[in-house]
């Protein structure tokens, strides 16, 4: 899916386009291969961080209103969907925004960021 999302963050960064109409572009876009709920989500939650990261004239951001803006996305874009059968993107932008200091970084270690974060199920053996 983020192979698609740059050039798409890129035009519509450099064009002023109808946010409905960017919406539904990235919906339909990320629809060809990734048409499940979280997907869609997660798709506009990355396009969004990529065209502020393109748009962004400054050397540093303030991270934590960033994930905030992400978050406020996510939830809009759940709200479309009734049933959501795995964790909402949202939840877990609010987990990490929970391990954030006041300067917008990651109180854990990358362990502790894979323990909480990633894979937690039987490790398979070759």
Same mark, same amino acid.
């Given at each position: 899916?983020?192979?698609?999302?740059?050039?798409?963050?890129a035009?519509?960064?450099?064009?002023?386009?109808?946010?409905?109409q960017?919406?539904?572009?990235i919906?339909?876009?990320?629809?060809?291969?990734?048409?499940?709920?979280?997907?869609?989500?997660?798709?506009?939650?990355?396009?969004?961080?990529?065209?502020? %990261?393109? /748009?962004? @004239?400054?050397?540093?951001? !303030?991270?934590?209103? $960033?994930?905030?803006?992400?978050? #406020? +996305?996510?939830?809009?874009?759940?709200?479309?969907?009734?049933?959501?059968?795995?964790?909402?993107?949202?939840?877990? %932008?609010? /987990?990490? @925004?929970?391990?954030?200091? !006041?300067?917008?970084? $990651?109180?854990?270690?990358?362990? #502790? +960021?894979?323990n909480?974060?990633?894979?937690?199920?039987?490790?398979?053996?070759?």
């Open positions: 899916m983020m192979m698609k999302q740059f050039p798409l963050a035009y519509f960064a450099l064009h002023d386009i109808d946010p409905k960017e919406e539904q572009t919906l339909d876009i990320s629809k060809v291969s990734h048409g499940h709920p979280a997907a869609l989500v997660a798709a506009m939650v990355h396009h969004q961080l990529l065209k502020k %990261l393109l /748009k962004t @004239q400054e050397m540093s951001l !303030d991270k934590k209103q $960033l994930l905030q803006e992400l978050i #406020e +996305i996510a939830q809009t874009q759940e709200s479309a969907f009734e049933n959501l059968d795995t964790p909402k993107i949202s939840e877990v %932008l609010i /987990k990490i @925004q929970s391990h954030m200091d !006041d300067n917008g970084s $990651l109180s854990l270690t990358d362990e #502790e +960021i894979y909480e974060f990633g894979w937690t199920g039987p490790v398979k053996n070759s």
